[in-house]
């Protein structure tokens, strides 16, 4: 079945322990993004690849790292958590980066900071 | 920069009534815009997509229409059943810009 899975679903941690949310897709989809969804702020995109060894930013990157060494795996670090990221974080992929692709989200993780 | 907004916020209505739900986008420059159902605690299923050429994509029951030039979609939903009942989350995809740019959705609840 094709899919993009994220682990852990859920996660509570402590301020400052860090911590790597994984995602993966079995679509061999080149283009891989990490949103976090908040009340009254809906979705906002933190990171994006375009393809492997290619990262960048997206609108929310602080206190966020990713690493994108193989193709079907995209994890987002959290180098030393806080309570503000306590969120929903989703990844999502699409085949190519050109906006022109649909894109396949996973079921999400949602993070708890104290 | 583009924003999205979904009208209205939230909307209960009756089953068995059709319903339209409201997004619209300040930047017509967009590759697509897709629909998305998101149940409470969940992730984001695709409903539809509809790339910018196009004027309307349909699945089953639900019918999408794209108005680009004057930034607007429309999610109609025909003969409402309470397992409809969910988040609706509009999303374009804008020239020059990476990833989604997404509305913060219209929560329906259909009672039975």
């Known amino acids: 079945e094709a899919q993009v899975t994220q682990n852990p679903r859920y996660l509570i941690t402590v301020t400052g322990k860090k911590l790597t949310v994984t995602c993966s897709q079995n679509?061999?989809?080149?283009?891989m993004s990490w949103y976090r969804q908040d009340p009254g702020l809906g979705l906002r995109q933190i990171y994006y690849?375009?393809?492997?060894?290619?990262?960048d930013k997206g609108d929310v990157p602080e206190g966020y790292k990713v690493s994108r060494k193989e193709k079907r795996n995209f994890p987002l670090i959290l180098e030393s958590p806080s309570p503000n990221q306590t969120s929903l974080y989703f990844c999502?992929?699409?085949?190519?980066?050109?906006?022109?692709?649909?894109?396949?989200f996973g079921p999400g993780t949602r993070l708890t900071v104290l | 920069k583009q924003e999205v907004t979904q009208i209205p916020a939230a909307l209960s209505v009756p089953e068995g009534e059709n319903l339209v739900l409201n997004c619209s986008f300040t930047?017509?420059?967009?590759?697509?815009l897709q629909w998305f159902r998101q149940d409470p605690g969940k992730g984001l299923t695709s409903l539809l997509l509809?790339?910018?050429?196009?004027r309307e994509q349909t699945s089953g029951r639900l019918n999408a229409s794209l108005d680009k030039s004057s930034g607007r979609s429309t999610l109609y939903i025909a003969a409402s059943q309470p397992g409809d009942s969910a988040t609706y989350l509009c999303?374009?995809?804008?020239?020059?810009?990476?990833?989604?740019?997404f509305g913060k959705g219209t929560h329906l609840i259909i009672q039975p």
């Open positions: 679509m061999n989809h080149e283009y």
């Open positions: 690849s375009m393809n492997v060894e290619v990262t």
């Open positions: 999303a374009v995809s804008s020239w020059g810009a990476d990833g989604l740019t």
């Open positions: 930047d017509s420059a967009i590759y697509n």
């Open positions: 509809i790339q910018s050429s196009q």
């Open positions: 999502a992929s699409s085949l190519r980066a050109s906006g022109r692709n649909e894109q396949f």
